[in-house]
């Protein structure tokens, strides 16, 4: 097993059908204004958490809320989880301005999100 820390989770993707409405809900809910706006996602950044909203739950499909574990190395972590059990669903790639994020599934099917900021 790998002994590559992980940072808890900071970033939870929230799959939405109607992005405004939506936007409105967490508005709410937040007490704060959109950081990042556009029409493929809406991110609130409150109290050290990231907030998203995909609309169609985005080009991985989310069906489902996914969390997302923040980790100082994404390959090193996707090879410890995976000898460990857990099957790839998205490898990774990169999202922008220096993230790279991957999925995979533990035995159960429940879907657990890696980020690894550069």
Same mark, same amino acid.
């Not at 997302?68 to 922008?96: F, M, N, Q």
């Given at each position: 097993?790998?002994?590559?820390?992980?940072?808890?989770?900071?970033?939870?993707?929230?799959p939405v059908s109607d992005l405004e409405k939506a936007e409105a809900v967490y508005t709410?809910? *937040?007490?704060?204004?959109?950081?990042?706006?556009?029409?493929?996602?809406?991110?609130?950044?409150?109290?050290?958490?990231?907030?998203?909203?995909v609309p169609g739950g985005g080009p991985q499909g989310m069906t489902t809320p996914v969390?997302?574990?923040?980790?100082?190395?994404?390959?090193?972590? *996707?090879?410890?989880?995976?000898?460990?059990?857990?099957?790839?669903?998205?490898?990774?790639?990169?999202?922008?301005?220096?993230?790279?994020?991957?999925?995979?599934?533990?035995?159960?099917?429940?879907? *657990?999100?890696?980020?690894?900021?550069?």
């Open positions: 097993m790998s002994a590559e820390p992980t940072f808890g989770i900071k970033t939870v993707l929230h709410a809910l *937040l007490g704060i204004q959109p950081q990042t706006k556009g029409t493929y996602y809406v991110g609130f950044d409150t109290g050290g958490q990231h907030i998203g909203l969390a997302y574990w923040h980790v100082p190395d994404i390959e090193t972590k *996707l090879a410890a989880v995976t000898a460990a059990g857990a099957t790839v669903r998205e490898p990774v790639r990169d999202v922008g301005a220096g993230r790279l994020v991957a999925t995979v599934t533990d035995i159960d099917g429940n879907v *657990l999100g890696l980020i690894q900021d550069r």
